[in-house]
């Protein structure tokens, strides 16, 4: 019993033990399924809140970037949701007040855009406006000018200092040989010209290329020459040219020049730039057309009035003057340095050889005779004028002058020809001095012995004859009136009695277009003008004398008395104003052998700058000495610009009318004296004279 009661403890206490170990581990197992559903629910619960929150933080990075374009898209039903919603409301609000960064961005490039477009255009206009104010220029310039060359010279200049360019020039057309020749380079152009050679009066053929479209009337750009396997454009690419344009000049429809400009840099000019030249070279047309309808025309008149009577020969040769007054320019700009160089070395050259100084004097006497006869150009048939000054003039001497100067005209152009004119000189001794301009005297003899050699084709005798004659008195008491003639003969052709009677008219020729009709027309010109006489012996096929009388007065050798010596103040500093460098050149060098300091301006407005800069560094110039006749600004207005700055500072005015401005009361203001070109040594020397003691006796 007792086993068994053992027995029944040990089962009973087994299932106690199997019982307690299955409630464990249904413990065990309940406990873990409850940690694993409150872990779920911990992970599920924490994930629909962090979420939100994740993406409301993104989106509050978002919107405070500036897009307001953002949105949370959160549709719960609890607190995140109204939250979310909150948020979504919030950046609605903000985008009907506040403007997004990207589009603040956008709108700031899209405005910065136009900014940079309306700065273009700006330039384009300024430049545009720039363009036509130096057409307006051009255009005025050339609208004061009747010739083709001075026409075609301020176009190539103004285009080299104003647009710029590197090489210009303007070339002529000629249809019949289909080319082209070259009539104006650029002062700038020429070194560049000779590269390539193309100087002035060069020919160069047409071939298919631009130059051919160009003389069809078209407008010809070619953005780099270089490429372009023609021979022009190769030409030019030899002196490192790249972009070119031609642009045709055109009257009537019909193309008679072309325009050419070039720089150094491809593809260098623009559309606008294009289309200046294209308007230019239509102006540049007009131009020339009207100055080649005015020679016509200008002609046709004088041919008509060839017709009228003999009284009226004074009009018609002032007319011609005033035609004549801008080639007086050119000539007197050209000869001005030869003057001033010859006159100087005569004076300062003491060991030159008796033949050099015989030269230089030839020289001297022949630039005095072409500037008498420059400044005389309006004055055929006027009586002597107050300002004419008559000085003892030696008939013999004068005759000997004229042959030599004449001597390629008598002797070595007919000896070419097989033919021998031979020269006789019949000079009275002791001849007495008259009363004139030796240059006039010198050039109507000229004339006379032109037209005497012209007389004789075929040869024969020139004589040359002086001698004197004594006029019976009007009365019993009067003075014993003395003439000196001097005649000119040849064994020529002869006139007949209606070509003598009409060889003084102005116009009036026998030697078809090699004749002018001017040459005996100044000889009777100069005749007036010294009260004197001219009588012409002659008949068909037995030559002609020329008779030029003389008064003989007895005051002659009382006025002959030498000019007083000039004194003039040393180391004056002074400023030179011309466009022409060579003037400028020669005045500069002339003015400091005198000894002064002088400093040269290449035109009007760059003499007004040097003497503002010498204003401002404390370096006053005592004298300006300006040209009258420059392009833009010329003398007036670089004397009133001086006188603006300084009313002291006196100016001399240099120009090819002076004698005319002097004469006609036209003076400019703000000018202190006027000097003719070419100016004389000694002319200059009494103008500062003249001018430092008048200041001296104001001071």
């Known amino acids: 019993m007792i086993s068994e009661a053992l027995n029944l403890s040990t089962l009973s206490r087994s299932g106690v033990l199997n019982t307690q170990q299955q409630a464990n581990i249904a413990i065990v197992a309940f406990g873990g399924l409850v940690i694993l559903v409150v872990t779920a629910t911990i992970f599920f619960t924490l994930r629909s809140v962090t979420r939100p929150l994740h993406k409301l933080r993104e989106g509050t990075t978002i919107v405070g970037a500036g897009n307001l374009d953002f949105s949370l898209d959160v549709h719960t039903q609890d607190e995140i949701g109204d939250l979310a919603r909150a948020f979504d409301g919030m950046t609605d609000k903000l985008k009907l007040t506040t403007v997004s960064r990207d589009k603040l961005v956008s709108s700031n490039e899209a405005l910065q855009n136009e900014i940079i477009v309306r700065q273009q255009t700006e330039l384009k206009v300024q430049a545009q406006l720039g363009r036509l104010n130096l057409l307006h220029q051009i255009t005025r310039s050339i609208g004061e000018r009747q010739d083709l060359r001075s026409i075609f010279q301020v176009v190539i200049r103004s285009l080299e200092d104003q647009l710029p360019v590197d090489f210009t020039c303007i070339c002529l057309y000629d249809m019949a040989q289909n080319a082209l020749e070259v009539t104006s380079v650029g002062l700038r152009s020429t070194a560049l010209a000779q590269d390539f050679a193309m100087n002035e009066h060069t020919r160069i053929p047409i071939d298919e290329n631009g130059l051919s479209r160009c003389v069809r009337g078209q407008l010809v750009y070619e953005a780099d020459i270089s490429e372009v396997p023609f021979p022009f454009p190769q030409r030019l690419a030899r002196g490192e040219l790249r972009a070119l344009v031609m642009a045709p000049l055109l009257a009537e429809s019909t193309v008679f020049g072309v325009l050419v400009v070039a720089r150094r840099q491809a593809k260098s000019f623009s559309s606008g730039e294009c289309e200046f030249l294209r308007q230019l070279s239509e102006h540049v047309a007009l131009a020339s057309n009207q100055a080649q309808l005015y020679g016509a025309l200008q002609q046709a008149y004088d041919d008509l009035r060839q017709t009228q009577q003999s009284v009226m020969q004074q009009e018609r040769l002032r007319a011609l003057g005033q035609m004549a007054s801008g080639i007086a320019h050119d000539i007197n700009n050209a000869i001005s340095p030869v003057a001033l160089y010859t006159e100087s070395l005569l004076e300062t050259e003491k060991n030159l050889s008796p033949h050099g100084r015989n030269c230089l004097e030839v020289i001297e006497r022949a630039i005095d005779d072409v500037a008498a006869t420059v400044a005389r150009m309006r004055e055929f048939y006027r009586q002597r004028e107050p300002q004419l000054t008559l000085a003892a003039v030696d008939a013999n001497r004068l005759v000997q002058q004229v042959l030599d100067l004449t001597r390629a005209r008598w002797s070595d152009m007919p000896q070419q020809r097989g033919v021998v004119i031979e020269t006789r000189t019949e000079l009275a001794p002791e001849l007495p001095p008259v009363m004139g301009v030796e240059s006039e005297i010198r050039e109507a003899l000229t004339n006379l012995i032109f037209n005497a050699v012209d007389a004789m084709p075929d040869g024969g005798t020139l004589t040359l004859r002086t001698r004197v004659v004594s006029r019976i008195p009007e009365s019993v008491d009067g003075p014993d009136l003395r003439q000196v003639y001097v005649e000119v003969s040849d064994t020529g052709v002869g006139m007949s009695e209606e070509i003598r009677r009409r060889c003084l008219e102005p116009f009036f020729t026998t030697k078809g277009e090699r004749g002018t009709g001017l040459g005996l027309a100044m000889v009777y010109g100069m005749i007036e003008r010294h009260s004197a ?130 004469a006609d009361g036209e003076n400019p203001v703000h000018v202190d004296c006027v000097l003719s070109k070419p100016p004389k040594l000694r002319d200059l020397r009494e103008a500062l004279a003249k001018i430092f003691k008048y200041k001296l006796a104001i001071a």
Not at 534 to 554: N, W, Y
Not at 589 to 600: P, S, T, Y
């Open 533 to 662: 006489n001219i009588e012409i012996d002659t008949s068909p096929g037995k030559g002609t004398t020329m008779r030029l009388s003389f008064l003989v007065h007895a005051f002659t050798a009382a006025n002959a008395q030498p000019a007083p010596d000039v004194v003039i103040p040393s180391h004056l500093r002074i400023l030179v104003v011309d466009d022409d460098p060579m003037v400028l050149r020669s005045l500069r060098d002339i003015l400091e052998i005198d000894g002064h300091i002088v400093v040269a301006a290449d035109g009007g407005q760059a003499g007004i700058d040097r003497f503002h800069q010498s204003l401002e560094q404390n370096e006053p110039f005592s004298l300006v000495v300006s040209d009258l006749g420059m392009p833009y600004v010329d003398g007036r207005k670089v004397a009133a610009a001086i006188k603006q700055l300084s009313p002291s500072t006196p100016i001399i005015l240099l120009t090819g009318w002076g004698q005319r401005l002097v």
